[in-house]
């Protein structure tokens, strides 16, 4: 074998998706939110406004979140080809998602504590300057939203680096659009309880998206099977052919949308590896397929 090359008995170990667009857009709404929350804490600082200042800093928890998702696109480009990562830099994104869903929980937290307090002790509202800044949040988040929306299917792929950049702009969107509401209510009805019940009312919105995060993200980081049903039809497709037994089988995601299987066979009539290789064509989610092949020589 020394003089042939090994090329066509090689798989591929890279399955990143490099999404240049919505790395670029995530970009976009970064400078976005850090001008915003700029202009909100100095603003905030010169006028008094508690509403502002706290605006700026909750928008200071975004910005974090997509430099998050900007470093995880980042350093799946960087180490897309780099041998230490078994099968590449394909879950960087699917790590992105998640930490920026645990921090996106943290905020739901912040916002339901905040809220209590205020239900329970309830604070002078300075409604001109907050639904000012309620307005001026909503617009910007308005924007990010039709910036990122959809992006997070690229090519059909599930980016969830992406969706978590999403969901923060949508929960900022969704706090200001529930803010106005309760300052209107609040200025013009004297319901200054609505105020806080929107916070608590938002806070378990977010928790919920959050939570969904995870649930996408967490499974594939820990390496979770594929669904069972589709590993069934597999063991009963190469069980099928002569005497065959499968004796190991593992699934799992290598990325957000790839999955690797490593399989191992039983039989007293071995064939090429190439043969069962053929015989699980129709399964096109295997990306990447290791089989081994044991020779049972016991006879009944």
């Given at each position: 074998?020394?003089?042939?090359?090994?090329?066509?008995?090689?798989?591929?170990?890279?399955?990143?998706s490099?999404?240049?667009?919505?790395e670029?857009?995530?970009?976009?709404v970064?400078?976005?939110?850090?001008?915003?929350?700029?202009i909100?804490?100095?603003?905030?600082?010169?006028?008094?406004?508690?509403?502002?200042?706290?605006?700026?800093?909750?928008m200071?928890t975004?910005?974090?979140?997509?430099?998050i998702?900007?470093?995880?696109?980042?350093?799946?480009?960087?180490?897309?080809?780099?041998e230490?990562?078994?099968?590449g830099?394909?879950?960087?994104?699917?790590?992105?998602?998640?930490?920026?869903?645990?921090?996106?929980?943290?905020?739901?937290?912040?916002?339901?504590?905040?809220?209590?307090?205020?239900?329970m002790?309830?604070?002078?509202?300075?409604?001109?300057?907050a639904?000012?800044?309620?307005?001026?949040?909503?617009?910007?988040?308005?924007?990010?939203?039709?910036?990122?929306?959809?992006?997070?299917?690229?090519?059909?792929?599930?980016?969830?680096?992406?969706?978590?950049?999403?969901?923060?702009?949508?929960?900022?969107?969704?706090?200001?659009?529930?803010?106005?509401?309760?300052?209107?209510?609040?200025?013009?009805?004297?319901?200054?309880?609505?105020?806080?019940?929107?916070?608590?009312?938002?806070?378990?919105?977010?928790?919920r998206?959050?939570?969904?995060?995870?649930?996408?993200?967490?499974?594939?980081?820990?390496?979770?099977?594929?669904?069972?049903?589709?590993?069934?039809?597999?063991?009963?497709?190469?069980?099928?052919?002569?005497?065959?037994k499968?004796?190991?089988?593992?699934?799992?995601?290598?990325?957000?949308?790839?999955?690797?299987?490593?399989?191992?066979?039983?039989?007293?009539?071995?064939?090429?590896?190439?043969?069962?290789?053929?015989?699980?064509?129709?399964?096109?989610?295997?990306?990447?397929?290791?089989?081994?092949?044991?020779h049972?020589?016991?006879?009944?």
């Amino acid at each position: 074998m020394r003089n042939h090359s090994i090329q066509k008995w090689q798989q591929r170990h890279d399955f990143t998706s490099h999404n240049r667009k919505s790395e670029r857009r995530a970009y976009y709404v970064l400078i976005l939110t850090v001008i915003t929350m700029v202009i909100e804490i100095i603003a905030g600082t010169i006028y008094g406004s508690m509403a502002l200042l706290a605006d700026g800093w909750h928008m200071g928890t975004h910005a974090v979140a997509f430099m998050i998702t900007i470093f995880a696109y980042q350093y799946a480009r960087k180490h897309a080809n780099n041998e230490s990562f078994t099968f590449g830099t394909g879950k960087a994104s699917v790590l992105g998602g998640f930490s920026s869903a645990i921090a996106l929980g943290l905020v739901a937290v912040i916002m339901l504590g905040e809220s209590v307090h205020r239900l329970m002790s309830p604070q002078e509202i300075q409604f001109n300057e907050a639904i000012l800044v309620a307005v001026i949040g909503l617009s910007v988040n308005i924007l990010s939203v039709f910036l990122l929306k959809d992006d997070h299917q690229h090519n059909g792929h599930q980016d969830h680096n992406l969706k978590a950049a999403y969901f923060h702009v949508l929960a900022d969107a969704l706090t200001s659009l529930l803010a106005i509401f309760a300052l209107l209510a609040g200025k013009y009805w004297g319901l200054n309880w609505v105020d806080a019940l929107m916070g608590i009312v938002g806070s378990v919105i977010i928790t919920r998206w959050a939570i969904g995060l995870i649930k996408q993200t967490g499974p594939i980081l820990l390496d979770a099977s594929i669904e069972p049903q589709y590993q069934q039809k597999i063991i009963t497709t190469l069980e099928m052919q002569g005497d065959n037994k499968v004796s190991d089988i593992h699934i799992w995601k290598v990325s957000a949308d790839h999955y690797a299987a490593m399989i191992s066979l039983v039989t007293h009539d071995p064939k090429p590896v190439d043969h069962y290789k053929q015989l699980l064509d129709k399964f096109n989610k295997i990306d990447h397929l290791t089989i081994e092949v044991n020779h049972c020589t016991e006879r009944h």
